[in-house]
């Protein structure tokens, strides 16, 4: 167990339907990734928050928006969803703001299943 | 470009057996190296994290070496069980602090009786 958790572990929604992904981070963790992953697709990085600020952007469409509240929670909105959207979504957090030398580590994912 | 490229793609060995997973990158400058190992529909667990001056790091089983003059890993797995079938990623963070990691695609083992 890393520490870190996701709700809901599963979602099935239609297309054009909006939902919202919860990630808690580990205990003291500042920082919050988010990841997505298509069947046999490698990691995507998508958004980073530090303390509550957006730290680093990836491959985030706009149709997506993330958020970390004060209480460190985060959750990734994902709007107008679109059969291409179903995917595991990955959360990690670490204690700090940059990635060099410190661990990410991983909760256990939200399947997302858009039909 | 920065990249990170695994071989092979995926690989079938008999319990029992040993098994090497390369990983070249090609991300300047370098900070550090780590292998996960992401079962199915699960997330990543980290297995170890090498620095430039590490060459080799084990942890149980799993032994990662590092050549930083030549930019390679790789992941060698003794006595395989079958837990051990799973995919595993090679990551190198991007360069000047970003927070952003660079995957490789992964190498799926499958370990079988």
């Known amino acids: 167990d890393s520490g870190v958790t996701q709700t809901p572990k599963h979602l099935i929604t239609a297309t054009g339907q909006r939902v919202t992904l919860r990630c808690s981070p580990r205990?003291?963790?500042?920082?919050v990734y988010w990841y997505q992953q298509s069947l046999d697709q490698g990691l995507q990085f998508l958004i980073q928050y530090y303390n509550g600020e957006e730290r680093a952007k990836g491959n985030i469409l706009e149709r997506f928006s993330a958020q970390q509240f004060p209480d460190l929670h985060s959750e990734l909105n994902l709007s107008s969803l679109e059969l291409g959207d179903s995917a595991l979504y990955f959360c990690?957090?670490?204690?700090?703001?940059?990635?060099?030398?410190?661990?990410?580590?991983f909760g256990p994912g939200t399947r997302l299943t858009v039909l | 470009k920065n990249q990170v490229e695994q071989s092979p793609q995926s690989l079938i060995i008999l319990e029992g057996k040993n098994c090497t997973l390369q990983c070249n990158y090609t991300v300047s400058p370098f900070s550090n190296l780590r292998w996960y190992k992401q079962d199915t529909g699960r997330g990543p667990v980290s297995l170890t994290i090498m620095t430039f001056s590490e060459n080799t790091k084990s942890n149980g089983r799993y032994t990662a070496t590092l050549d930083a003059d030549t930019k390679q890993s790789s992941l060698h797995i003794t006595a395989s069980q079958l837990s051990d079938s799973a995919s595993y990623i090679c990551v190198v963070p991007r360069p000047g602090n970003t927070g952003k990691l660079i995957f490789g695609q992964g190498t799926t083992l499958q370990v079988k009786p």
């Open positions: 205990s003291g963790d500042l920082s």
């Open positions: 990690a957090s670490s204690s700090f703001g940059t990635s060099s030398g410190y661990e990410q580590f």
